[in-house]
């Protein structure tokens, strides 16, 4: 099966500046994640999408990030003005949905989007 | 914040050894996931355990749970050069930890 795609695979941006990514999840997979990853650093989640509907953004800083997953498939974050402190790797993952008896599937996960701010 | 905590934070092995590295949480879970990322790349998904599970095995992996001390243990018997990786561990999912940098000499 094809795997996650992500777009692009690099971007350089001004701070200030507005950047956008691009995910593509598994076939079938009603999960969508998006993770920031600091270099040296685990991942942490930024938004969990069950379908096109929000399951936990709590962890998004709202007044400068958005995503939206259309049709629950594909998905945007977006960043806008971009901060110094927003350099890292963007990663976007799916997962299979689940019923409450058997939480959290594997997820599978694309290469990223490595953002760097200058 | 991050949940999970792997230490050591980075192992240097020669091929063949075991390489032997933990996890440790600090709230009740559901289930614990191991990852592993090659540099440049995204996770992949290694093993799920969950919290009524205390052992389990995939091929050269083991996988330990403890409850009580909230940690876990990732094992890789006769490692090889491409298990060189950072292997993360996350809790119900989502929450990662901190990462293991592991080399392996060939």
């Known amino acids: 099966e094809a795997g996650v795609a992500q777009s692009p695979r690099y971007k350089i941006i001004e701070k200030r500046q507005s950047v956008a990514f691009w995910c593509n999840p598994i076939?079938?997979?009603?999960?969508l994640y998006w993770y920031q990853q600091i270099l040296g650093q685990g991942p942490k989640l930024l938004i969990q999408?069950?379908?096109?509907?929000?399951?936990?953004d709590s962890q998004l800083p709202k007044d400068r990030f958005s995503a939206e997953r259309l049709k629950g498939v594909d998905s945007t974050l977006k960043i806008q003005p971009a901060k110094l402190e927003d350099s890292a790797v963007y990663l976007c993952?799916?997962?299979?949905?689940?019923?409450?008896?058997?939480?959290?599937?594997?997820?599978?996960f694309g290469d990223g989007t490595r953002l760097s701010i200058l | 914040s991050q949940q999970g905590e792997e230490d050591p934070q980075a192992l240097s092995i020669q091929e063949g050894e075991n390489a032997t590295m933990n996890c440790s949480y600090k709230?009740?879970?559901?289930?614990l996931q191991w990852y592993r990322q090659n540099s440049g790349r995204g996770l992949v998904h290694l093993i799920l355990i969950r919290s009524n599970e205390r052992e389990k095995h995939s091929g050269r992996l083991r996988v330990t749970l403890d409850t009580s001390k909230k940690s876990s243990s990732l094992l890789i018997t006769a490692s090889r050069a491409a298990d060189t990786a950072s292997y993360f561990c996350?809790?119900?999912?989502?929450?990662f930890g901190t990462g293991t940098r592991l080399k392996v000499l060939a």
């Open positions: 709230t009740s879970i559901n289930n």
């Open positions: 999408f069950q379908n096109n509907g929000v399951v936990d």
């Open positions: 076939s079938g997979h009603a999960t």
């Open positions: 993952a799916s997962s299979l949905s689940f019923p409450p008896s058997r939480p959290n599937q594997p997820q599978h």
């Open positions: 996350a809790t119900d999912g989502y929450i």
